[in-house]
């Protein structure tokens, strides 16, 4: 396995030979020490990524998409090996990481698509001849979070790389093995060198250094929105570009009107992938009185049955958290809600799994959750599910909408006048209706409020690495 920096083209160590250690999150086994760089090596893969930029803006759209199709091919034939190392760094369960490849795949067909289908625009204006052009931004950046650490990387490579800007790219510490192993079939499918790069090291180091290098002029970062503002401050002195996909704090409607044991599969499944550790997963369980205490019935039940274990063992549902601060994070999470009222219907403790460390929370219900409690203004990133009912639609509405965040909401019901009203009224970049997983490749992904700023996806995606450019034109061009 390569665990090497990709530098200009060149795969190295640091040049202080410095390291840092990789852990599997279940069992803490060391699985690599790659390379801790500083400033001097990115300074020396933006410079690459300047050099090779004009060829690679030059290189037919064409010619670029084809490679993005090869890589998104390679990526899918690598699915094993993939989410080996996905299961190993992130822990997240064998088949999730095989999905996980998938969807990362899938945005490099997505960004081609968008890239073949850009045109050059005629406005109509009286005696001028008037095109807007999309011409690429530059050299870009990304910064990448551990829970999805191959495809967040996937969603800001793809549409750069399709845009015409070449990109280096820190992975989060504590999952660099997968975009490590990308940028090798990146470079296999094509890619010329300098056009990718990727880093790994202390991340205000590298932040520091991408957001100061007079070349950059484009930042794609996913993490906590804590970040995601400090690095919003770096950017403000050489205007650099950002897109922001930052925290979220999803609710979840269920109205009596559902079928209980669709609500009760759609709320799991979109709650307990990756743990509970996932940006757009519900962290507001709002359910209609009328139903209430049937659907945590049902609730309990089923997530008391899911399976904790590693990834790679067979059956798992859920893995361990990433880290001790996670499991901290868990812990006073349900400690604050039940000191304010809360009840624990199910949960609430540890799991001990043999051969591991103690990172596998008990999945856990609780009733009588509302505002004032931690668990119902942050995201705990673990498999709680807070509950609260509501009396009618419009106190739901109100309620999912009480929030600084804005990333995703979910609502399950089966009532046709209901869909338009919470589609056009839920405050969030990203609505699933009986859908517990609504993020594809092809459309806008990201969020409102304190959850970020942009889109990836598609042709959105793909339009944060383009600036449209006006060019007005008066005359014939023949001296007129
Ligand atoms: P994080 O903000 O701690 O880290 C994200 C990335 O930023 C990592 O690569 C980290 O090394 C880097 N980083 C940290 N401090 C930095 C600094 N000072 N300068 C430069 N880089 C720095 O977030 P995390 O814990 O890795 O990820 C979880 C968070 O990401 C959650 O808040 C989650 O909601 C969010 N997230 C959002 C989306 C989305 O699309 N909106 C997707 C996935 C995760």
């Known amino acids: 396995m390569e665990t090497r920096n990709l530098i200009a083209g060149v795969w190295c160590e640091a040049d202080d030979g410095s390291t840092f250690d990789v852990h599997d999150p279940a069992t803490d086994d060391l699985l690599a020490a790659v390379p801790k760089v500083g400033e001097t090596e990115v300074v020396r893969a933006l410079d690459a990524a300047e050099a090779v930029r004009a060829d690679w803006e030059s290189t037919p759209i064409p010619e670029r998409t084809t490679i993005l199709r090869r890589i998104a091919d390679m990526l899918v034939a690598a699915t094993d090996e993939l989410a080996t190392i996905i299961v190993r760094e992130n822990g997240k369960p064998m088949r999730e990481a095989r999905a996980e490849v998938a969807y990362a795949a899938s945005f490099f067909p997505a960004a081609a698509d968008a890239a073949d289908r850009l045109r050059d625009e005629a406005v109509e204006v009286l005696g001028k001849c008037v095109t807007v052009r999309h011409r690429p931004v530059g050299v870009s950046a990304a910064i990448t979070p551990w829970n999805f650490p191959l495809a967040m990387l996937a969603k800001k490579t793809a549409p750069a790389l399709a845009a015409g800007c070449p990109q280096v790219v820190k992975p989060a510490e504590q999952t660099p093995l ?10 296999e499918a094509g890619v010329p060198a300098g056009v990718l790069s990727v880093v790994t090291g202390d991340p205000p180091a590298i932040g520091d250094a991408m957001l100061r290098h007079p070349r950059l002029r484009k930042l794609s970062f996913t993490g906590s929105t804590e970040v995601g503002r400090l690095l919003m401050r770096g950017a403000a002195d050489r205007l650099v570009r950002l897109s922001l996909e930052l925290g979220g704090h999803a609710p979840i409607l269920v109205f009596d009107d559902a079928d209980l044991d669709a609500a009760v599969r759609i709320a799991v499944a979109a709650k307990f992938r990756n743990g509970g550790q996932t940006c757009v997963c519900p962290n507001r369980f709002l359910v209609a009185r009328g139903i209430h205490d049937a659907f945590v019935d049902r609730l309990a039940t089923t997530v008391s049955e899911l399976r904790s274990g590693r990834g790679q063992d067979p059956d798992v549902d859920l893995g361990p958290l990433i880290d001790d601060q996670a499991m901290r994070k868990v812990a006073e999470h349900i400690d604050d809600a039940v000191s304010m009222g809360a009840s624990i219907v199910t949960g609430g403790g540890r799991r001990r799994i043999a051969g591991c460390v103690d990172r596998f929370p008990e999945p856990t219900v609780l009733t009588g959750c509302g505002p004032g409690m931690r668990c119902w203004t942050e995201e705990t990133f673990g498999p709680v599910c807070p509950v609260r009912a509501f009396d009618d639609e419009a106190e739901a509405i109100a309620l999912a ?7 995703a909401s979910y609502a399950i019901t089966n009532d046709p006048g209901r869909f ?6 839920l405050d969030s970049g990203i609505i699933g209706i009986n859908d517990p997983v609504p993020a594809i490749a092809a459309v806008p992904f990201g969020g409102l409020k304190q ?18 450019v006006t060019v007005s034109r008066v005359g014939s061009g023949r001296g007129g």
């Open 178 to 187: 997968s975009a490590i192993a990308c940028a090798r079939i990146a470079v």
């Open 401 to 407: 909408n009480d929030t600084e965040y804005g990333l």
């Open 420 to 425: 338009e009203r919470l589609a056009s009224r």
């Open 451 to 468: 959850s970020g700023i942009g889109r990836e996806g598609g042709r959105w995606g793909l339009e944060a690495y383009l600036e449209p």
